[in-house]
């Protein structure tokens, strides 16, 4: 059976997520910070839930802290870090988006 983490996300991932999209559609149909919530983020969080021991590590011989990079439906491009807690569970505490 595989194991499925449970996945938490971190206040300063919304902050950083905030930043860089705002929380309305921009003038070009850029996302908005809602859009990515609803159409990205599951997908995300089911790569940690699913297989975040498979995922690259942040930082090498740090296990515990992994990178998701990958496109997504509004974005060309995202990496999200994730840090296993001590009770298994993964936090996604950051990202970076390329439009």
């Known amino acids: 059976m595989i194991e499925r983490r449970e996945v938490r996300v971190a206040d300063s991932f919304f902050a950083e997520l905030e930043a ?9 149909g850029q ?3 809602t859009d990515f919530i609803v159409l990205d983020l599951p997908v995300v ?3 940690f839930a699913a297989s975040s021991d498979e995922l690259p590590e942040a930082i ?3 296990p515990s802290i ?3 990079i990958g ?3 509004l974005v060309r491009e995202y990496v999200v870090h994730g840090i ?9 505490v950051g990202i970076e988006i390329d439009l």
Do not use: K
């Open 84 to 92: 296993e807690t001590p009770d298994g569970a993964v936090n996604l």
């Open 60 to 62: 090498a011989g740090v």
């Open 20 to 28: 860089q999209l705002g929380s309305q559609r921009g003038p070009n």
């Open 31 to 33: 996302p908005s910070v």
């Open 45 to 47: 969080a089911e790569r």
């Open 66 to 68: 992994r990178m998701c």
């Open 71 to 73: 496109s997504a439906a």
